[in-house]
């Protein structure tokens, strides 16, 4: 499929970031909301909440910290609240 920004333009950097995908994805399994960080750690910017059992892209997977991208936004989510599904 092919995802365009608000002016009606391909948006070329998500396109390349779905390019990446590691896996078939991951599950938001915080009952709260899965926080989103530009880096991996609690302590950096907030990017956004992911709600509840809402899919995401997988980029990279580590054992603490998992690159994922939703919704235009690409950052980092605590492994641990990621319910993975199979390739």
């Known amino acids: 499929y092919i995802v365009l920004d608000a002016d009606n333009v391909l948006d070329v950097n998500y396109f390349r970031e779905m390019n990446k995908v590691f896996d078939g994805g991951a599950i938001a399994s915080s009952s709260s909301g899965l926080k989103m960080y ?23 997977r580590g054992s603490r910290w998992t690159r994922v991208t939703w919704n235009y936004y690409t950052g980092y989510v605590l492994t641990s609240f990621l319910t993975f599904m199979p390739n």
Not at 46 to 54: A, D, E, N, S
Request: glycine share 4%; hydrophobic share 45%; with cysteine.
């Open 38 to 60: 530009a880096s991996a750690s609690t302590s950096g910017n907030v990017l956004c909440t992911i709600p509840y059992m809402t899919e995401v892209a997988v980029l990279s």
